[in-house]
């Protein structure tokens, strides 16, 4: 890009990215007990950003995962925004670890909600132990706990370890299709990042499909400060010629987003950090948007402005 074009350039960062409530708690959390000095580890990367964690890496953060936890004892550990299942919580009293629970409050109401439906008894059958002496759900008892979100990402671990891993996992329709049992009472709950639409198109195929004497119920669990990013992002992309989008790859909301950026505007691209910029993807372009993730920070997103900027 030559200069002439460059002074004609827009650049504008949206103002609607950037981290979420659950997010920004947990990194102020993290920002507190570092400046006291102290070692804290974190479980798992704190936010789905390779730049900020390694930001707070550098501040003294010290990131772990499960099997790791097992063998500390009298240490502070963080729990992020995503929330854990009860063993992490098991865990850490054995091993008196401290825990700094940052868990989102949106995800702590919506592992809540699934466990006490879990507990609730059907028909009135009360749940039996198993040989372990674990609560689990009486032989007689159909209904099924279906969560829509991504196999494996730690906020469905956590909200699947509310029911001792019996609740269903489904990411997409197809999914829907082929694992669940329509003949039996079914009470879907979302992954608090997912997509609306696509959640409320797996609603209409249960109800469509159900078994006559099923029962169906749905709880709208995902995040509206996430949910109201789709139609807002889906603007911002469309009053600029170029779409920066900047997110961890990692970052499951970050997808979505993105996806939806590349619908309404052709030219997005995604990238991790500044030095992924091709200053070619601006040849001819008046203006610039640049947007991310509720796992982006504003500094990244500043620091891609000013390397377009400087180049």
Known sequence: MDNNNK????IEIDSGSGFCFGVTTAIRKAEEELSKGETLYCLGDIVHNGMEVKRLEDKGLITIDHEQLKNLHGVKVLLRAHGEPPETYEIAKRNNIEIIDATCPVVLALQR???TKYEQPTDGKKKESDTTGSSCPAK?????????GK???A???GLVGQTAGHAIVIENLEDAKKKLDLTHDIYLYSQTTKNLDEFHSIINYIQAN????ATFQSFDTICRQVANRMPNIAAFASRHDVILFVAGRKSSNGKVLFK???????????????NEIDMAWFDGARTIGICGATSTPKWLMEECRDYILSH
């Open 7 to 10: 002074k004609a350039l827009t």
């Open 210 to 213: 159900l078994s006559e004497g």
């Open 260 to 274: 939806e950026c590349q619908r309404v505007n052709a030219r997005s691209h995604q990238i991790e950090s500044a």
């Open 151 to 153: 196999n494996g990402h």
């Open 140 to 148: 007689e008892k159909k209904a099924s706990i279906v969560i829509f």
């Open 155 to 157: 906020e469905v671990l």
């Open 113 to 115: 909600r699934i466990k």
